[in-house]
């Protein structure tokens, strides 16, 4: 299903799941990451439970309920450059799919509205077109809503 271009701030949003993507370095010191954990601090502590830098991660989310939302923590890069693209293509796609599965199981997938940003292609530098492709790809029957300033 193609994705719904949305101007405007995500966390004003009316989508009961929300997304991001981070890195498995514990870090939200910039960008959205950042964002999320001024607005969605249950986030942030739901990955900081985790180990840092543990490679393991890449591909995987951790989640948190907030605020009347869930806010998943998408694991789509291994590390941080402020020189080089750093989104994992193959991360992102994988990380999207066991959050839909993620929703699925607790039978909520159908009725939830889902907010992205634009998912790997801020600091991370990836390629916005690629990105969007794997993201219709993880959601063939779901409209995906994608916010941008």
Not at 44 to 62: C, E, H, M, P, V
Not at 65 to 86: A, H, M, P, W
Not at 110 to 118: E, Q, T
Request: proline letters at 3%.
């Amino acid at each position: 299903m193609p994705l719904e271009y949305v101007q405007g701030d995500l966390f004003r949003s009316d989508c009961d799941v929300i997304g991001h993507g981070c890195n498995c370095f514990n870090s939200f010191g910039a960008g959205i990451a950042l964002q999320m954990m001024n607005e969605h601090m249950p986030a942030w502590w739901a990955d900081q439970a985790t180990l840092r830098g543990d490679k393991s991660k890449l591909g995987g989310f951790t989640h948190a309920e907030d605020k009347g939302r869930r806010v998943y923590n998408l694991y789509t890069q291994y590390s941080f450059s402020r020189t080089e693209v750093s989104a994992d293509y193959a991360a992102i796609e994988a990380s999207l799919i066991a959050m839909k599965e993620h929703l699925q199981d607790d039978k909520i997938f159908h009725k939830s509205k889902i907010g992205l940003p634009k998912l790997g292609a801020g600091l991370a530098m990836g390629d916005w077109d690629t990105i969007a492709g794997h993201i219709e790809r993880a959601f063939p029957i779901k409209k995906i809503h994608i916010y941008y300033l």
